[in-house]
T-cell receptor, first 114, second 114 residues
């Protein structure tokens, strides 16, 4: 079954640690995205990729970095976590269907930095 | 620049009552418009989308939305609310030349009272 996966679902980590949030999709989509969502707030695009070796920063400035070495994999890394990074991170991929791009979302990773 | 405004961060209705969630957009070119639903601790699920094919769009779970260019609106409705409709709802806009990137509204939390 085609799907988009994120691991871990929940992560509590101390300040200064390096973390990588994993995102994988089995749908073969070229376009992938990372959003940051604070509780009760809208989603903000922080990174996107239009294909292998293509990554761009989104509308919201973020200290995180991403890579796209394989089509199906789009991990997000924080070199040194801080409490201000506490948030939910949602990964998505999209395809052109029915006259527009449609985005499919993973379940999210809820990150808490203590 | 395009933007999305959702009027009302929280809407409460009784079971069986009409659901109306408001969304207004700002765009200099015809947009693609989407409604997503997010249940607690989950990712976003597409409810419906507008791509200029028809102004009244029907989606999943009995929801529908009408695109009104004169009012720059794309309000989401459901004739009769169910308890299972309680969730966060997001309106989003995408332009044809933005490669699938979405801009989200602030979200509306729907509560359904028995």
């Amino acid at each position: 079954e085609a799907d988009i996966y994120q691991t871990p679902r929940y992560l509590v980590i101390g300040t200064g640690k390096k973390i990588t949030l994993e995102c994988s999709q089995t749908m073969g989509h070229d376009k992938m995205y990372w959003y940051q969502q604070d509780p009760g707030m809208e989603l903000h695009l922080i990174h996107y990729s239009y294909g292998v070796n293509s990554t761009e920063k989104g509308d919201l400035s973020s200290e995180s970095t991403v890579s796209r070495i394989r089509t199906e994999h789009f991990p997000l890394t924080l070199e040194s976590a801080r409490p201000s990074h506490t948030s939910q991170y949602l990964c998505a991929s999209s395809e052109w269907t029915g006259g527009s791009y449609e985005q499919y979302f993973g379940p999210g990773t809820r990150l808490t930095v203590t | 620049a395009q933007s999305v405004t959702q009027l009302g961060s929280h809407v409460s209705v009784s079971e069986g009552a009409l659901v109306l969630l408001r969304c207004n957009y700002s765009s200099s070119v015809p947009p693609y418009l989407f409604w997503y639903v997010q249940y607690p601790n989950q990712g976003l699920q597409l409810l419906l989308k507008y791509t200029s094919a028809a102004t009244l769009v029907k989606g999943i779970n009995g929801f529908e939305a009408e695109f009104k260019k004169s009012e720059t609106s794309f309000h989401l409705t459901k004739p009769s609310a169910h308890m299972s409709d309680a969730a966060e709802y997001f309106c989003a806009v995408n332009l044809y030349n933005q490669g699938g990137k979405l801009i989200f509204g602030q979200g509306t939390e729907l509560s359904v009272k028995p």
